[in-house]
């Protein structure tokens, strides 16, 4: 226990020496508590930030507009720690205006088409305030959108929040089933051998020689579109280099006296297994499990851009990709731009991270 626990802290503090993995670190650590708090940090707290303004559609950064808050009579809203995850219905309709005036019981507004139009609209206050009186910093607000508006009039800023939720779940969903079913293929593989690899290791090979992306294919039409079906069939698709890695380490573990020794004591063996053999692998599993993350936010944005990901109006990077890729060629093209970018940074971050664990896992080695 001394010894594992030296190997750690000797991990730990080669990781602190390496800046650019602790900036990933930090980076990855920050987008997990924005997927956690998405709706209490996205100025859009409807359900997926779906709210729609169709007049102010593929506005770039920085945009600001006035509008009127009209109250929907049938609305209702979440309540409760569920509105902090799921989002709240809206309970107003958001008109965007380019001024107003009082008129007796009616209010007069100029409703805001494009930048050169506007047309005159007429609200009874009654059916605006309830009764009240009219008061303009409750009934009428000005939204600044920091990163512009989609071509259905929505947040980008809050939708770019909120997707994140995806990509981080794909990741971490993906890994847990890959390192899950790899691990114990690969322990199984590399222990037992004779026929047992044989088998294991023929499926390895047929799971290898098909294409991923095609192999997901193939899950997601059998799963069928969903959250959680990509998930499970991106992580179903990731399973094989783990298999492959466990399965190489255990051969060579296998074979070294302190396991024969066990053997002689008369171990079973799974305590074999998983108290001597898998705490040897479990460095090179978390090299391989940082590397699966990074590439499962590429395979499920590939696929929210397909369109067989994440479906419509839950916001997905990949999803957004899609929505404005053929924005790219005009001054619009910062609406593709901003989650193409958010996935880079963030596979970019696993990436970092894992070769660091790499090197300092390498250098451990060669310090024995």
């Not at 709240?88 to 088409?113: C, E, F």
């Not at 851009?305 to 109006?313: K, Y």
């Amino acid at each position: 226990m001394q010894a594992q626990a030296s190997y750690t802290k000797n991990l730990w503090l080669r990781i602190r020496k390496h800046k650019p993995a602790m900036t990933s670190a930090c980076f990855i650590a920050l987008t997990c508590i924005m997927a956690l708090c998405a709706y209490l940090l996205a100025p859009d707290h409807t359900p997926h930030a779906d709210r729609q303004t169709v007049e102010i559609q593929s506005q770039g950064p920085g945009y600001q507009q006035l509008f009127l808050r009209v109250p929907i009579s049938d609305s209702s809203s979440y309540q409760g720690i569920s509105a902090y995850w799921s989002g709240r219905r809206a309970t107003d309709r958001w008109v965007p205006i380019a001024g107003y005036s009082l008129k007796g019981d009616s209010l007069h507004i100029r409703q805001w088409v494009d930048e050169n139009t506007s047309i005159p609209v007429a609200y009874a206050l009654k059916s605006i305030t309830g009764g009240a009186a009219f008061n303009p910093e409750q009934h009428l607000a000005k939204r600044t959108y920091w990163l512009g508006t989609d071509l259905f009039g929505r947040d980008v800023l809050s939708r770019v929040i909120i997707g994140s939720r995806v990509s981080i779940s794909v990741g971490l969903v993906a890994v847990v089933i890959s390192v899950s079913l790899g691990l114990l293929l690969g322990m199984l593989a590399g222990y037992y051998r004779g026929w047992v690899d044989a088998l294991i290791s023929w499926l390895i090979n047929v799971s290898w020689s098909i294409p991923t992306l095609l192999l997901v294919f193939a899950f997601t039409l059998a799963l069928g579109k969903g959250f959680w079906q990509v998930f499970v069939a991106v992580g179903l698709t990731m399973w094989v280099n783990v298999a492959r890695l466990v399965r190489g380490q255990v051969m060579a573990i296998r074979e070294m006296e302190y396991i024969q020794a066990a053997r002689v004591l008369g171990f079973s063996h799974a305590r074999i297994m998983w108290k001597h053999i898998l705490p040897n692998v479990s460095g090179p599993l978390m090299v391989v499990a940082a590397g699966n993350f990074a590439t499962a936010i590429m395979v499920e944005a590939g696929l929210s851009f397909l369109g067989l990901g994440v479906q419509p109006p839950q916001p997905s990077w990949g999803g957004m990709i899609r929505e404005h890729y053929p924005y790219i060629m005009t001054q619009h093209a910062v609406l593709a731009s901003i989650p193409g970018l958010a996935i880079m940074l963030l596979v970019l971050a696993f990436n970092i991270l894992g070769n660091a664990l790499r090197d300092a896992m390498d250098a451990r080695e060669q310090g024995r």
